[in-house]
């Protein structure tokens, strides 16, 4: 079973940059698209990013392209950059993982996509 550890959540100011990493451990040689989700109490885990780790293609949510970047490495490992940071980017960061399925436009964004889930880690933009 895949494990996956999120960090680098945090309080920041608007305007400036946070990286969040997750961190995947064991069983971890046939993942195949690493997502970022986020949620704020209340309302539905939104899609933020997500990353095909065999051939690295990203998605984005149209609504951070620009601010946001993910990244991998070593095929377990994944990176969001977040730039010019908005109060309304404040909510609960969720790491996700599945298996052998690749990434998809049609299915990134889907919770039900996934197979795996971090605890999750906060971020919090001040204005």
């Known amino acids: 079973q895949v494990q996956l550890a999120e960090s680098g959540g945090g309080s920041v100011q608007a305007g400036g940059s946070l990286r969040l990493s997750c961190a995947a451990a064991?069983?971890?040689?046939?993942?195949?698209?690493m997502g970022w989700f986020r949620q704020v109490p209340g309302k539905e885990r939104e899609g933020v990013a997500a990353?095909?780790?065999?051939?690295?293609?990203t998605y984005y949510a149209d609504s951070l392209k620009g601010r946001f970047t993910l990244a991998q490495d070593n095929a377990k490992n994944s990176y969001l950059q977040m730039n010019s940071v908005k109060p309304e980017d404040t909510a609960m960061y969720y790491c996700?993982?599945?298996?052998?399925?690749?990434?998809?436009?049609?299915?990134?964004?889907?919770?039900?996509?996934?197979?795996?889930w971090g605890q999750g880690t906060q971020v919090t933009v001040s204005s």
């Open positions: 990353i095909d780790i065999r051939d690295g293609t």
């Open positions: 996700a993982a599945n298996v052998w399925r690749r990434c998809t436009v049609a299915a990134w964004a889907r919770t039900e996509s996934y197979d795996y």
């Open positions: 064991r069983l971890t040689y046939n993942l195949g698209c």
